[in-house]
């Protein structure tokens, strides 16, 4: 089955953007994901796609008296321009909500889009810090912000007293996760050593590679997507550098699986449960959801992630379907509001004014086989 640019909704699977009729046995809440499906961040972008397709899935099947749930996927290449077209172009065809955006800097460019239209920009799968100021409204975050990310990775910095410190982020990216960046280790006393902006989709990194080991660092701290981490890492290690890799969340599951094959070390910030705490309910329904979804995939923490932001959409929808009518905009906006959920290991809660709903973050060492060691 090709789940590419997919529509999900009750039984019916059907390629979304081509005008196809919809055979429904009962009006569906359509939710709208413009995600990076293919270019360098593709498998971040479907298995945060697939994490909430499959907990859609899973609604639909568990309560057929409910709200039926449709998710309109499609694909940006990772591209802001892209991005800011499809969010358009969702919006007009009236989707409740926007959800599970794969790019943090994309994301940023369709805050104005959302405040006009004033639809709910639901569950970024980025800590960006660009949308987390005080003036957006229609922003919320399933997830914790980069500046809970930074000071929990820079704890660690610290504790091993390491102070030759570099920094290599994304330049497409707002000023906002730098400032984020700073904050962190002012906190500690640490100043940045190097600072290195880099484009996502370039195709060699071997300049900051020389001047990350001009400098002599203990350790480099990443945000950016997996490939370019996975490149630098590559040659850092072949040059024999002796330091410490940090990486926040954004990089995802294809970092831990690149570096499983290649007998590195990382340490990263996560913003789910571990995928192998199965103890925890929301991890084992996420096996279980994703598996009835589709047989091949497997749980990973970007996969978790887009799972949980698809089961807060879907309990923020029955909350504002409860009297009846239909869920519009507004109620579904309403209705974030008033929510507060446990899925089991994983708590969220939008206690205006705030619109982030979890502050949850974790810090675990992948070891040179991609086992999570600590």
Do not use: W
Request: hydrophobic share 40%; net charge positive; proline share 2%.
């Amino acid at each position: 089955m090709n789940r590419r640019n997919l529509v999900l909704g009750g039984s019916a699977l059907f390629a979304a953007g081509y005008g196809l009729p919809v055979l429904a046995q009962q009006s569906a809440v359509k939710f709208g994901q413009s995600a990076s499906l293919s270019g360098g961040q593709a498998s971040y972008g479907k298995d945060v796609r697939d994490g909430i397709a499959a907990a859609f899935a899973a609604a639909n099947r568990s309560d057929i008296k409910g709200p039926r749930f449709e998710l309109v996927a499609l694909d940006d290449g990772g591209d802001k321009a892209r991005c800011k077209n499809n969010v358009k172009t969702l919006i007009d065809q009236g989707v409740t909500a926007i959800v599970g955006l794969t790019s943090g800097a994309a994301a940023e460019t369709c805050l104005k889009l959302v405040e006009e239209a004033k639809v709910v920009m639901l569950g970024t799968a980025s800590g960006n810090m660009g949308i987390r100021s005080d003036k957006t409204t229609m922003a919320y975050h399933v997830r914790a912000g980069y500046d809970d990310e930074y000071r929990r990775m820079i704890q660690y910095v610290k504790e091993f007293n390491m102070q030759r410190v570099g920094y290599v982020y994304l330049e497409d990216t707002s000023a906002a996760n730098q400032n984020a960046m700073k904050a962190a280790l002012d906190q500690v006393g640490i100043k940045l050593t190097v600072s290195l902006p880099l484009n996502r989709n370039a195709k060699s990194f071997d300049a900051e590679v020389e001047k990350l080991l001009a400098a002599r660092l203990d350790c480099v701290l990443f945000t950016t997507n997996a490939g370019p981490i996975a490149q630098i890492i590559d040659k850092m290690a072949a040059a024999k550098y002796p330091g410490f890799y940090f990486s926040s969340s954004f990089a995802g599951q294809a970092l831990i699986d690149d570096m499983a094959g290649k007998g590195h070390s990382i340490i990263m910030s996560q913003v789910v449960p571990r995928p192998n705490q199965v103890a925890a309910q929301v991890v084992k329904r996420c096996q279980e959801d994703l598996a009835a979804y589709d047989k091949n995939l497997r749980i990973g923490f970007t996969s978790l992630a887009g799972y949980i932001t698809g089961r807060v959409a879907v309990e923020a929808t029955r909350l504002a379907a409860k009297g009846g009518g239909s869920v519009g905009r507004t109620r579904f906006k309403d209705a974030l509001a008033e929510l507060n959920i446990d899925l089991g290991g994983y708590r969220a809660r939008f206690a205006p004014p705030s619109l982030t709903g979890s502050r949850f973050v974790d810090v675990v060492a992948i070891d040179r086989t991609g086992r999570i060691i600590g």
